[in-house]
T-cell receptor, first 113, second 112 residues
C-alpha cells in the first residue's frame, strides 16, 4: 500500500535532548512537509522540501532541523533549542507539479518529560 | 486579521442532519481549496479538493467555493456518528509545489 509512514507514534524526551522523528513515503512524491499541531492552534508549517538536498524554513523553524538525502525520507530533528517541543507532529507529501493537495502520515506525539 | 478563519465549534448535530462547515479567508490570491477530516490522534485525511469557484460533489460531501466572498463551505448530507471528527480547511495560491495555509479546524459531533 502506498502511503506516508511516521515513526514512532509516541515519543518521550528529556529536556535538553535532541530527538529525531522519522517520515518515509512510497508515493513517489517530490515535495515533503513537516507541520506542528497544538490544541487550538491548527497546523503550522515547520519545514518543507521540494527536491532532494534542498529544503526551506516554514513559519516556525526555530529549534528544528531537517535533511532530505533521499526522495522517500524527510526526518525532523527537534533540538534542545526548541522551547516548547511537546506537540503532535505531522509529516505530509504532495506530488508537486499540477498536484497541490497534500497527504498526511498518522503523526508522532512528542512529550518532553 | 488571520489569513484563514474557521469556527472551532464544537458543532453538535443529530444523526441524519445536514451539516454546514465554513471558512473565510483574506488573501484573494488563494485558488486551490481543500477539506481534511481528522480523527482524534490521527493524521488529517483529504476529503475534497477544488480549484477556483464552484461546487464539487463526492457522495455525501459537497464542497463550495465563493471567491468573490472569500468563503468556502463543506456540506455533509445524512450525517453519521462516524463523521464525528475535526474538519480542517486548507488553501494555497499556486498549483504544484505550494505550501498550504490551514484553518484551525471545526470539531463536529454527530449523536445517534
Amino acid at each position: 500500500d502506498g502511503g506516508i509512514t511516521q515513526s514512532p507514534k509516541y515519543l518521550f524526551r528529556k529536556e535538553g535532548q535532541n530527538v529525531t522523528l522519522s517520515c518515509e513515503q512510497n508515493l513517489n512524491h517530490d515535495a515533503m512537509y513537516w507541520y506542528r499541531q497544538d490544541p487550538g492552534q491548527g497546523l503550522r508549517l515547520i519545514y518543507y522540501s521540494q527536491i532532494v538536498n534542498d529544503f526551506q524554513k516554514g513559519d516556525i523553524a526555530e529549534g528544528y532541523s531537517v535533511s532530505r538525502e533521499k526522495k522517500e525520507s524527510f526526518p525532523l530533528t527537534v533540538t534542545s533549542a526548541q522551547k516548547n517541543p511537546t506537540a503532535f507532529y505531522l509529516c505530509a507529501s504532495s506530488g508537486g507539479r499540477e498536484n497541490t493537495e497534500a497527504f498526511f502520515g498518522q503523526g508522532t506525539r512528542l512529550t518532553v518529560v | 486579521q488571520k489569513e484563514v478563519e474557521q469556527d472551532p465549534g464544537p458543532l453538535s448535530v443529530p444523526e441524519g442532519a445536514i451539516v454546514s462547515l465554513n471558512c473565510t479567508y483574506s488573501n484573494s490570491a488563494f485558488q486551490y481549496f481543500m477539506w481534511y477530516r481528522q480523527y482524534s490522534r490521527k493524521g488529517p485525511e483529504l476529503l475534497m479538493y477544488t480549484y477556483s469557484s464552484g461546487n464539487k460533489e463526492d457522495g455525501r460531501f459537497t464542497a463550495q467555493v465563493d471567491k468573490s466572498s472569500k468563503y468556502i463551505s463543506l456540506f455533509i448530507r445524512d450525517s453519521q456518528p462516524s463523521d464525528s471528527a475535526t474538519y480542517l480547511c486548507a488553501m494555497s495560491r499556486y498549483s504544484g509545489y505550494s505550501t498550504l495555509t490551514f484553518g484551525k479546524g471545526t470539531m463536529l459531533l454527530v449523536s445517534p
